[in-house]
């Protein structure tokens, strides 16, 4: 019994041990549990992404294209149509290699080419796991795509099958086709593949043929700096090339051989000794070069292509049969080179460029590259940057700037005036040697006067300025006083696009030859055309614009570039000319007419063109005293006249732009008045909400006071008018009006003028107007009446006793100055003269009863009729002839003061 119960109370208490143990477990499971949770939440997730990423590589791969031996060992050359999608270009389209087998490749060539592409080629199996892993890290921190681990293997895949657009697709077929090749072919045959198929330049596809045309030898006989330098040429066939980039070729070169050194390929010595060898040393002589590809009017366009392809952003390349779509128009390209050939040239050594861009697409739609772009060594003006631009920079470094960002209009005034660069101290001529001082900036510009320039950019600044140009796609790193005049270096692909963005409202799109890629799936397409920027306002775009319009008016007289006006053609443009320095006008005696380049850029809304005309060498100059100074507008207006339709569209007027009249020189720039002479108005345009909105007030002045006194003594069929004024600087506009025709007869200071040919039953109305510079006064009048003759003939004595009384001449009158004549002696008699009393004839009396004025006897002294009929009357030009009329200037828009021409 005790036992039982002994047995049960440690059975008890053994219930209540466990219980406690139980107790403490049940303390910690909350951190184990979670730990567990988590290891088996990572271990499904891990299970999970394997079975997703197996699955997904697999349903890849079942998609991926089989195995073709020819489409492996063979290149395949890409196509290219012209910018309407549908004519196709002829270019690379016949194969040029020779093919080399494996056993005849040198180990020294093979060695460079897998340090270079793929180290660990006869390591993996068609995928390098340690190159994979490096390329993730990167991809991770440079994003999907900075870098590519493709063995070489790969390539030869890539380029025989799939798109090289790096999608996950791609890179799951690249990688188990890989895979596969490596199962089927050797690894000296995958090697054999590349070595032969990859493209090398131009058409030139393997290494076999590389050597023979870049060395003009067999493979056997390259030293190891040229199977170095072709062992790096692949990366970048046209970039790498070392006929036309020896320098870039070099640097290429020895970084495969710093690889191969650190490949232990080949020692530090042979490395050293290598990369000291200069390469042009053993390329094939220019004279000797095979072209790689037969030359045609497309070939500079084309190379330009190739050379974009390499700049994309991507893996794109020639022998993956990609079919591009580029931006050539076939006719346009065709007038370009008739103009290279055209007769306009006047020496068989000056040479040219041309580049046409399309104004709303930035695409490049023909290229003149030289006169003559043939054989394999050419060098393409077109794309050179070696060459000032002169004056064509103004708008787009000095006044596009000025109107963008301070807010200037076509009307801002400036001092064309002596200047030194703040710099050295160094004066600034104008072209013409002379300085035409206050002008508008619209002027300034289509004048392409220097001082304005430079001033126009110092007020822009250089911050501001090099802004703008680089928004239009002219980087420049330092901007200096001479700048203004166009020191900087760009080419004429660069003008064109700039000057483009003008034309297309300000949206710049960068000068392209590429539109799309379509890979060989025929399916995957890459668009490649640059996107536009709004590089500037479109308010300054057409300001810009409208001045560039003066440039080429021909009815502007000191417009420059009216040699490329197009008739009915709404274009603008600027003509361009660089200097030497004194240095070099001494040291190649020179003189001041002789210029290395010039330039012109112009465009239509539809296309942009630049031109550039000069010398292959600096040494020989243009002679701009003559008609050579002409050749790039020239060109300039062969090609735009041929390739502009009639109905080309004018530039339009934005919203953002208002035109107002304004007078010139006012500062601020105010509106012109009623009084503003139209000499010193301008219709000029401003953005809206910058237009000045006072008016001009140096004109509007107290009334000019009006002659008094006018009277007029008649002599025979002469009137003898003179009056009085108290004012000194003032000249006197004398007018007469008969028959309802009114003619002004002489301008001049003379207080006095004598008409000539009064007739017979006639009324003449006389006015006499005082004006000064500004200002014209009310007129002063009298009217004088010639009766007619009487019908009996005796009383004709009578008229011939009046004219006997008449005295033509008082000697006394003559010793009185004039100074001493009382304007208020006679008032009676003057106020009537001024009320028109015509009642008061005969007028011949008045000589008697009135002293004359001493002016008046200063006329007398002089004949008054000459032989050609006309009076001159003190100082004056005025013309009187035998009826009465006569010739005057008037340049007021008093409508008092207008004549009719009778002559």
Known sequence: MSDKQISREERRKAIERQKKTNNKKKKKSPAVTWMKRILLAIVAIGIAVFVFGASLFAYYASSAPDLDEELLRDPISPTFYAADGETEIPYITAENREYVDYEDIPESIE????????????????????????????????????????????????????????????????????????????????????????LMSGNIYGFGTAS???????????????????AGMPQSPNGYNPFTNPERAEERRNVVLSLMEQHEKISTKEKEQAQAAPVADSLVPEGERQPQTASSEHTAFMEMVENELESLEGDYSLDEGLTIYTTLEPYVQTKVNEAMASDLFFDENVQSAITVVDTKTGGISAVGAAREYTGDVRHNYATAKSRQVGSIIKPLLDYGPAIEYLGWSTGQTIVDEPYSYDDGGQDVRNVDGQFLGTMTIREALY???????????????SENAGEFMKNVGLDMEGIFESTALGSAEFSTVEMAGAFAALGNKGEFIEPHTIKKIVFRDGSTEQVVEPEPVQAMKDSTAYMVTDIL????????????????????????????????????????????????????????????????????SRKTPMDTASDERLLSQRLFKSVMSEISSPETARFEQPESVTEQVVEVGSDPLKLASAFTPYSMRSSELFARG????????????????????????????????????????????????????????????????????????????????????????????????????????????????????????????????????????????????????????????????????????????????????????????????????GNGNNDSEDGEADSEDTN
Not at 155 to 178: C, G, H, P
Not at 212 to 230: D, N, Q, R, V, W
Not at 447 to 461: C, D, H, M, Q, Y
């Open 447 to 461: 004048r392409s006067r220097n001082i304005p320039a430079i001033k126009t950019l110092k007020e822009v600044g």
């Open 549 to 616: 319009r003066d440039v080429v008016d021909t009815n502007i007289a000191g417009s420059t570039g009216k040699e490329a006006a197009i008739n009915g053609l709404d274009m603008a443009g600027k003509t361009g000319t660089t200097n030497y320095s004194t240095d070099e006008i001494t040291d190649l005696g020179l003189d001041s007419s002789s210029a290395p380049d010039i330039w012109f850029a112009g465009y239509t809304t539809d296309y942009s063109i630049s031109v550039w005309s000069g010398y292959p």
């Open 111 to 198: 060695n460079a080419i897998l340090a270079t592409e793929d180290n660990r080629f006869y390591e993996h199996s068609g995928i390098d796991v340690i190159r994979l892993g490096g390329a993730v890290i990167a991809n991770i921190t440079g994003g999907f795509g900075s870098q590519g681990a493709s063995t070489i293997t790969q390539q030869v895949i890539k380029n025989s099958f799939l798109t090289n657009d790096k999608t996950l697709k791609r890179k799951a077929q690249e990688a188990y086709l890989a895979f596969k090749l490596e199962r089927e072919y050797e690894k000296e045959e995958i090697f054999e593949m590349y070595f032969n198929k990859i």
């Open 212 to 230: 023979e045309y870049f060395y003009g030898k067999p493979l056997s006989e390259l030293t190891l700096a040229e199977s170095a330098l072709l």
């Open 690 to 885: 910058t237009e000045p909105n006072s008016v001009s007030q140096r004109y509007i002045v107290e009334d000019l006071d009006a002659p008094s006194g006018l009277r007029a003594n008649v002599e025979g069929d002469a009137a003898q008018l003179s009056w009085n004024h108290g004012d000194d600087d003032v000249s006197f506009e004398v007018s007469v009006e008969v028959d309802g025709s009114r003619t002004v007869l002489n301008t001049s200071s003379s207080q006095s003028y004598t008409f000539n040919g009064l007739e017979e039953g006639k009324s003449y109305t006389f006015r006499v107007v005082a004006v000064n510079s500004t200002q014209r006064s009310d007129p002063a009048s009298t009217v004088v009446e010639i009766a007619a003759a009487p019908e009996e003939p005796e009383e004709e004595p009578v008229e011939e006793e009046l004219a006997e009384e008449e005295p033509v001449e008082e000697e006394p009158v003559e010793e009185e100055p004039v100074e001493e004549e009382p304007v208020e002696e006679e008032p009676a008699e003057e106020e009537p003269a001024e009320e028109e009393p015509v009642e008061e004839e005969p007028a011949e009396d008045e000589p008697i009863d009135v002293p004359e004025d001493p002016t008046e006897e200063e006329e007398g002294e002089t004949p008054s009729v000459n032989s050609s009929g006309n009076n001159n009357a003190d100082n004056g030009n005025g013309n009187g002839n035998e009826n009465g009329n």
